[in-house]
């Protein structure tokens, strides 16, 4: 069975930085891409960011490139999205998602999700 | 960006009905789509990919079609543990980008 959990979210300041990660198992994770969407009150589901199983290629949606960095260390099946420069509009639940394989210049197919990860921006 | 407009946002359905939702890209993709079901508490769960391959365990009342921009999600005979938020998701070029949700409800 696959799963996905998430962790690292909470309650910031704008401007402030947090670390979300994500630990699969049941996956090859080494050989497959990996993603992050989010939910957001003001525009539904958004995908943020998407990297390939070598860490080689690596995608950002607009709102977010510049102030956000996907990583992963496939030695601990883990993936990471560093948010920095953290505004209101950020505000969500996060999904760390699976690719049933590699993905290179174009998108992968996204299958399994975890449950998400609840981030806040807040004065 | 490739716009995924998925009709209706809501609907009232009963048991056993036929449930038809569709999703409209803004552009060509292919086959490029999956399907998914959402409920409050729990991970969205993959039903349909490649627009009408059913996901690895996946009830065989749920069906997908369509090719290039119209897609369609049909649950057959809609059962009690159907009623959740549906929602597309295309994959052809970034940034992928989603449906904005289809919610079945008890009639």
């Known amino acids: 069975e696959v799963q996905l959990v998430e962790s690292g979210g909470g309650l910031v300041k704008p401007g402030e930085s947090l670390r979300l990660s994500c630990v699969v198992s049941?996956?090859?994770?080494?050989?497959?891409?990996m993603n992050w969407v989010r939910q957001t009150p003001g525009k539904g589901l958004e995908w943020v960011s998407s990297?390939?199983?070598?860490?080689?290629?690596?995608h950002y949606a607009d709102s977010v490139r510049g102030r956000f960095t996907i990583s992963r260390d496939n030695d601990k099946n883990s993936l990471f999205l560093h948010m920095s420069d953290l505004r209101a509009e950020d505000s969500g639940i996060y999904y760390c998602?699976?690719?049933?394989?590699?993905?290179?210049?174009?998108?992968?197919?996204?299958?399994?999700w975890g449950l998400g990860v609840l981030v806040s921006v807040s004065s | 960006d490739i716009q995924m407009t998925q009709s209706p946002s809501s609907l009232s359905a009963s048991v056993g009905d036929r449930v038809t939702i569709t999703c409209r890209a803004s552009?060509?993709?292919?086959?490029?789509l999956g399907w998914y079901q959402r409920k409050p508490g729990q991970a969205p769960r993959r039903l349909i990919f490649?627009?009408?391959n059913l996901h690895n365990g996946v009830p065989s009342r749920f069906s997908g079609s369509g090719f290039g921009t119209d897609f369609t999600l049909t649950i057959s005979s809609l059962q009690t543990e159907d009623f959740a938020t549906y929602f597309c998701?295309?994959?052809?070029?970034?940034?992928?980008?989603f449906g904005q949700g289809t919610e079945v409800q008890v009639k």
């Open positions: 998602a699976t690719s049933p394989f590699d993905l290179v210049v174009v998108p992968a197919p996204i299958d399994y």
């Open positions: 049941g996956f090859s994770f080494s050989s497959n891409g």
């Open positions: 990297i390939s199983a070598s860490s080689y290629n690596v």
């Open positions: 552009q060509d993709i292919r086959s490029d």
């Open positions: 490649s627009a009408f």
């Open positions: 998701l295309q994959h052809n070029t970034y940034p992928v980008t």
